[in-house]
C-alpha cells in the first residue's frame, strides 16, 4: 500500500522542490499531495479524515490569515487537534528563524530550507525515522 504525504507551501518551486526530493528517495511508492496554503491543507485533511496521511511536511509563512501565528503553525495547532491526525507526523520546511522555537512547541520535527537545499538527505533521514516503513519501500 503507497504510503501518502501532503506538502503545504505557498511558494510553487518549494512544493515541486519538495516533491521531487520524495520521488527520488521514494519512488512510485509513495502518494504526494501538493497544496498551496494552510487552508487548503486543512481542507485535505478534514477530506481524507477516515484515510489519514502518513506524514505531514509544511512551510510556516505562507497566507496571513492566522496572525499572530504563523500559518503554518496555525495549521499545527488544527492538525494536532484532529483525533485521527493526533500522531500524524509533521516536518516544518522553512526559511524562518523561529522555526526550532516553534517546531519545539509543538513537537514536532524541522528542517530549515537553505540546510535542505545543501543536504537532501536530511529529508530522508527524519522521513525513515518518523515513518519506519518508508524505508522497506523498495524503489
Not at 504525504?5 to 505557498?10: E, F, K, N, P, R
Request: proline share 3%.
Amino acid at each position: 500500500m503507497k504510503k501518502r504525504v501532503l506538502i503545504a507551501d505557498d511558494s510553487k518551486s518549494w512544493l515541486l522542490f519538495n516533491a521531487e526530493i520524495i520521488h527520488q528517495l521514494y519512488m512510485d511508492n509513495i502518494e504526494i499531495i501538493l497544496v498551496k496554503s494552510a487552508k487548503e491543507a486543512l481542507d485535505i485533511i478534514n477530506e481524507n479524515i477516515n484515510n489519514p496521511f502518513d506524514v505531514i511536511l509544511t512551510d510556516l509563512q505562507m497566507e496571513t490569515d492566522y496572525e499572530p501565528l504563523c500559518a503554518g503553525e496555525w495549521l499545527i495547532e488544527k492538525i494536532k487537534g484532529i483525533e485521527k491526525y493526533s500522531h500524524t507526523p509533521i516536518i516544518i520546511i522553512s526559511a524562518m528563524g523561529s522555526i526550532k522555537y516553534i517546531a519545539k512547541k509543538y513537537s514536532v520535527e524541522f528542517i530549515s530550507k537553505n540546510q535542505l537545499i545543501n543536504n537532501k538527505l536530511l529529508l530522508k533521514l527524519i522521513l525513515d525515522k518518523l515513518v519506519p516503513s518508508l524505508s522497506n519501500i523498495e524503489k
